[in-house]
């Protein structure tokens, strides 16, 4: 085989992986934020660090299966940490996040409420904005009928498979 083809076929394997990465769709996933229901009129709300821990943790558990599904690519949001801590609650900001998402280079942002009502009950919620656009292009929530990891992990991950990528799976 002559040379200038051994190149050619080196060349071309060397930008397949780079073009196939550049059309998955970059994402800014930001912490998620919680309101315990209990501590409403509290003078200083006490959130519990479990509560707290299991924020990060459904955080967390959705940019890992974001990572993992090839459509996505996480966008770092480590440099913005001080205009997020700023911001939040993000929640409350009227999509104030895309323009942090705009800085950090995202095609969309996401963002996360949980509600806890009790320690029988949690709701779970996502929004999805178009950077360009800024407007809200999913909503979604899942209940929680418990409060430990792994029923709040197992709602994120119904979150994911039933309302984050329904869309996806129809087409």
Known sequence: MPRYLIFCLAVMLAVLPVSAASSATKVAVFPFDLRDVEQEG???PQLKEEDLGRVK???EELRVLLQKDDRYELVD???FASEIEMAAPLNNCDGCE?????KAGADIAVTGFVDKWSDALISIQLFVRDV???KVTKAMSAEVRGNTD???LHGIRWLWRNRFNAEEKKN
Request: net charge negative; no cysteine.
């Open 42 to 44: 509290e003078i200083v």
């Open 57 to 59: 943790l459904v955080a």
């Open 77 to 79: 949001m480590a440099p």
């Open 98 to 102: 895309v323009t942090i998402a705009q």
């Open 132 to 134: 360009a656009s800024g």
């Open 150 to 152: 792994e029923l709040w």
